[in-house]
């Protein structure tokens, strides 16, 4: 083992670590690891940033806009109400819903469609008298197995594509992934809908209110003159209980008391740390006389104003809140909106209102104007999650951003045009014809998406060049597949989809997509099948809610936990093995 092959094997690991840990965004480790290597020298300095160039990186890029420009027009939401069942019945209303986020996963991105589909699921669940959470996982798992079928579903497509293009002189086109692709995601998408949404765990009684998605923290505080000033904790809490609301800390001149004794008395001024149910807050908080956080009292009269609301958001993976408070957004100077309350996974999350920095997942309960409240989920990367009806689309606008896509599309898969091309000239197309506005445009790109690959690809490069991915494919074709192609095939397919599970996607893809080429090659065999199954392997993201940001998004909304994905997970993970390796081997024998 040469010096550069185990500086690029210490360079992978401590990448896979700090994906694994958590602590900073996959961007900023992606670019830890391209600064490593470029020191190490494994990647020239004049090369470090090329991959930002790269034709995946681009394309990504360029599919973003697109989405934003159909989820701006309303086309999405065109299309909805003439797929989506107003009446039907549980299996062919969440098959149709499914069936749509697959669709739309296919040629948008994954996250833009499960967040314009997320607040017809919690409709749905209503209506259907069940739990959340058991329309939401179904949704979730099909967009992400309809991001399977196409070259741009998903990052992990493109960038088997791009590592296609360098090995056999072209890349996968628009729709060779569909071969595989199609037959998963129909058999998954049929064992999600018929059996599987059975084991999605049930976090809260069927058929309450969308509203009540999760247990929430607030803050109560004491006016000047209120009733509640002499109460001791045990009595105001005694009357909390018909509202399901309990006291766990009290901060008074800046000190906060865990788990206060139940005989200290309440003063003017104190902060109650109170958790509980959305929905009784702000009259609680009325009847016992104290100001719920963001709101003066008395509440019910504020919120009697014709546009002063209280909504209910889900923070997007991406979203400019995410590790950021709402004294350090200045949400109230600035927009005039206050954070009243927050949800994590269903649990009480610790910290101030004030100074708690948000994840992505996270159930945000924000009070201001709808009008302002509407931009700011915008601007920011949130999805309500009321029952708000769907927006009225411009039918001229939908129209013309649904062509620009269908003729990239088209360009794309017909070959007149190579991907990144195709899907760019319909970004000029859309600024041209502005379906989205300029100032949306750079905001419509998940940039932290763009950093992680542009840095990632040159990482991947290195692990070739220094022939650690080949050394690497021996050990592995070597020790687990005893030499033989379809075993090793397997191995790479299962390697991938444990890996997807625990870190990124698009890094999954990017790590294993040289080693399967250096497993064709110690092998002798046609490397298309492996490059294949890293794609479908990277996409299978189905045991927990990291290893896919429509996992994540649904966390709070369904009420899940950490542990609640793998039982459906894990048999939808089985079906897709069982058929993706025989239809390899079929459409791409070795």
């Known amino acids: 083992m040469s010096q550069d092959q185990i500086l690029i094997y210490a360079i992978l690991a401590l990448t896979i670590a700090a994906f694994l840990w958590g602590k900073y965004r996959h961007d900023v480790v992606a670019l830890g690891a391209l600064m490593a290597s470029v020191l190490a020298g494994l990647v020239p300095a004049e090369a470090a940033f090329n991959g930002f160039g790269h034709p995946a990186v681009v394309t990504v890029a360029a599919v973003l806009v ?20 107003a009446k039907a019945g549980r299996l062919v209303a969440v098959s149709a819903l499914m069936g749509l986020g697959a669709f739309l996963s296919a040629f948008m991105n994954n996250v833009g469609a499960m967040a314009l589909l997320m607040p017809l699921a919690i409709q749905l669940s209503a209506r259907l008298g069940l739990a959340p959470g058991q329309v939401l996982m179904p949704l979730a798992f099909g967009t992400i197995l309809g991001g399977m079928t196409t070259l741009v579903g998903t990052p992990p497509n493109l960038i088997v594509a791009g590592f296609r293009s360098e090995a056999a002189g072209g890349p996968f086109v628009m729709f060779d992934y569909a071969w595989i692709g199609l037959p998963v995601a129909l058999a998954g998408g049929a064992f999600v809908a018929l059996i599987g949404w059975r084991l999605v765990p049930v976090r809260r009684p069927a058929g309450e209110a969308a509203f009540e998605t999760g247990t929430y923290l607030t803050e109560f505080q004491v006016p000047e003159g209120s009733k509640a000033i002499g109460m001791t904790l045990r009595g105001f809490e005694d009357k909390l209980d018909g509202a399901a609301l309990q006291i766990i800390a009290l901060v008074r001149a800046g000190v906060r008391m865990n788990a206060p004794h139940g005989g200290r008395k309440i003063r003017e001024g104190d902060t109650l740390l109170v958790e509980g149910d959305a929905k009784v807050l702000t009259e609680t908080a009325a009847q016992n006389d104290v100001a719920l956080e963001g709101l003066g009292p008395p509440a019910e009269e504020e919120l009697a104003e014709d546009d002063v609301v209280l909504r209910e958001y889900a923070v997007l993976p991406g979203s400019a809140l995410i590790n950021r408070s709402a004294r350090r957004l200045q949400l109230r100077s600035r ?66 951003a649904a062509g620009i896509m269908v ?75 005893q030499g033989n192609a379809v075993a090793a095939l397997v191995v790479v397919l299962l390697v991938t989809m444990f890996l997807s599970d625990v870190m990124n996607n698009a890094a999954t893809a990017a790590v294993m997509a040289p080693i399967a080429l250096g497993i064709a090659a110690t092998l002798g065999v046609q490397a298309d099948g492996f490059l294949m199954a890293v794609a479908i392997g990277a996409s299978c993201a189905f045991l927990t ?41 079929l459409v791409w024998p070795l």
């Open 66 to 85: 697109l989405s934003r420009a159909l989820q701006r027009t309303g086309a999405v939401d065109a299309l909805a109400r003439r797929v989506l069942p």
């Open 407 to 481: 003729v990239s599309v088209a360009l794309a898969a017909l070959g007149v045009l190579p991907a990144a091309a195709a899907f760019t000239l319909g970004v000029l197309a859309t600024m041209v014809s502005r379906t989205l506005p300029l100032r949306d445009l750079y905001t419509a790109i998940d940039w932290p998406v763009v950093v992680l690959l542009a840095a990632l690809i040159p990482v991947a490069g290195a692990m070739q060049a220094t022939g650690a991915a080949d050394l690497l494919a021996g050990v592995l074709v070597g020790w687990l597949a």
């Open 545 to 585: 809610p990291i290893g896919h940001q429509n996992n994540t998004l649904i966390l709070g909304p369904g009420g899940f936990g950490f542990g609640d994905y793998w039982k459906l997970g894990l048999i939808l993970e089985a079906i897709i093995v069982a058929i993706s390796v025989p239809m390899i081997l």
């Open 335 to 400: 927009y005039g909106v206050a954070l009243v309350a927050v949800s994590r996974e269903g649990r009480r999350p610790g910290g101030r209102l004030g100074t708690m920095a948000l994840r992505s997942g996270d159930l945000i309960l924000l009070r201001g104007a709808g009008s302002v409240l509407a931009q700011l989920a915008q601007d920011m990367g949130c999805v309500p999650l009321d029952t708000a009806p769907l927006s009225v689309p411009d039918k001229g606008q939908a129209w013309t």
